[in-house]
């Protein structure tokens, strides 16, 4: 987890819900086998030789049938104006062009790779990616459209949010279950794991991804992957119960810690450039030195798996929250544990620091949010329940407004003390697995269980000023105001537009 507070100036906004709506039922039509398998049996079994031979012989009775004499007349003279070739041809059966055969066709013709999504772990199947070709070539079949020659005002608006650059990458999609996601502290890489146990990296840009390796780590799925401070090496942590630290550049294992905890491990955390903390399914906690062979500390104060760590710049604390809905406060030089809240009726399930590391923020999977004073971490200070969905990640935008996702699918930004819902940033079809923010702070990536990874831009937050506790504001609205990263748009905004044009008039 990164918090970025230096944004750069932003660029006009880009709104592309135009454009992501179209990838997006493309994105659905490519995926669903079942139409595509249905396709091919009826034009296997409407071009049968039975079929052929059955037109074959209606032919021969219609012109059998044919009794009128100026008719017999006009077919003689037209068959002897006929040259041999010509002859032939016409007596020869009309066929269909076999699946097999049209489909070798469309892959000549579209054998340029020019679409947005990478795929890790297998390659797709034939009509899966014929369907792909095509949608390449109508995309770039609208590029060569121009505005001005069309009249209509909402065609002219389509081809222009097509042709409008992103201001995002173009998703990744893997056919292994993505169980997290990481960006590299300097470079546009993003470290993604699997279920399989591999970590596959990708270079990330808006035109599009480019896969760059894949990392066979551990013989069970990978459940964490964080990058060193320097970006060199990558941690990972299994439910093989191993940890390993592994270079970037030459995949080289450079250390190894085998059954490193008793139970299955859930996370890990870089404190500093040497020293990282584990949780594993039982509820305890380790920290590690990359320069020792062992563990330098370990802590077992709650029964339920730890669902989150988290330290603040200064890296004196060690937080971590459990799915026993216990908030526990650790010490790591004196090496003891601080404080531990008390007990929650609900998972606590993520976290994050805020207000200039004043504020601890700790998400639960009933939606609700709790405000812990610094210092003051054996009970919350404030809640807010706005979201009402159980939320398992949250990432730090700024220092006064976090993302926060879960099962519901849908990421929103939450402004921190006093607590407000801003809106929707994205949204996935099926429960979010996890989120992360990129090194500039202007975007993050989610990942959900579709097997998807989808980057949002929101370097838009840097315009949000300060909100004071008695300002009035509208909690329906809010929570559903789609922000400009949202694949959808407000229809308030389109009403807007309208109230444009008539004032203009």
Known sequence: MRLHQNFKNPDDRSDEFIDDELVEEVEEMENDEDLL????????????????????????????????????????NTDETLSNDER???????????????????????????????????????????????????????????????????????????????????????????????????????????????????????????????????????????????GCYLLTCSKDKSIMVTDVETEKLKKFYENAHEDAINKLHVIDANVFAT?????????????????????????DYITQLLTNDVGKLLFATSGGGYLSTINIAARKLYVQSEPYEEELTCMGIYRGDSKLVVGSSKGNLYTFN?????????????????????????????????????IRAVHVAPFRNLGIVGQHTMPIESLDISNNGELIASSSHNNDVRFWNVKYFEDFGDIKYNEKHNAYKEKHHNLPSSKFTNASDFFSDLAKENNDE
């Not at 990616?129 to 770039?140: E, L, M, R, Y």
């Not at 509820?283 to 062979?293: E, F, H, Q």
């Not at 404030?382 to 949250?394: I, N, Q």
């Open 279 to 303: 949780g594993d399914d039982a509820g305890t906690v380790k920290l590690w030195d990359l320069r020792m062979k062992n563990e330098i500390f370990g802590l077992k104060e709650v029964e």
């Open 374 to 410: 610094w210092g003051q971490f054996g009970y919350h200070s404030d809640k807010f329940p706005g979201v009402k969905a159980s939320m398992s990640e949250m990432i730090p935008i700024t220092d006064r407004i976090a993302c926060v996702a879960g099962e519901e699918g849908i």
């Open 37 to 76: 398998d249905n396709d091919a049996r009826y034009m296997q079994a409407s071009d049968s030789e039975d079929d052929v031979d059955n037109r074959d012989a209606d032919f021969q009775l219609d012109d059998d049938s044919e009794d009128s004499s100026e008719f017999d007349e006009m077919g003689e």
């Open 88 to 230: 032939d041809n016409a007596n020869k059966p009309l066929v269909r062009p076999r699946p097999s055969t049209l489909n070798k066709n469309i892959q000549t013709e579209t054998s340029d790779d020019g679409g947005g999504t990478e795929s890790c772990g297998g390659g797709r199947k034939d009509g899966v990616d014929n369907v792909a070709d095509i949608t390449k070539s109508i995309k770039s079949s609208v590029f060569e459209l121009k505005e001005e020659d069309e009249d209509d005002e909402t065609v002219r608006a389509i081809i222009a949010a097509i042709k409008k650059p992103r201001s995002s990458p173009p998703e990744i999609k893997l056919e292994d279950f993505v169980t997290d996601i990481c960006f590299h502290p300097e470079r546009d890489i993003i470290a993604v794991a699997t279920i399989s146990g591999d970590v596959c990296l990708y270079e990330y840009s808006n035109q599009k991804n480019t896969l760059l390796r894949t990392i066979e780590v551990h013989a069970k799925a990978c459940r964490d992957v964080q990058f060193t401070e320097d």
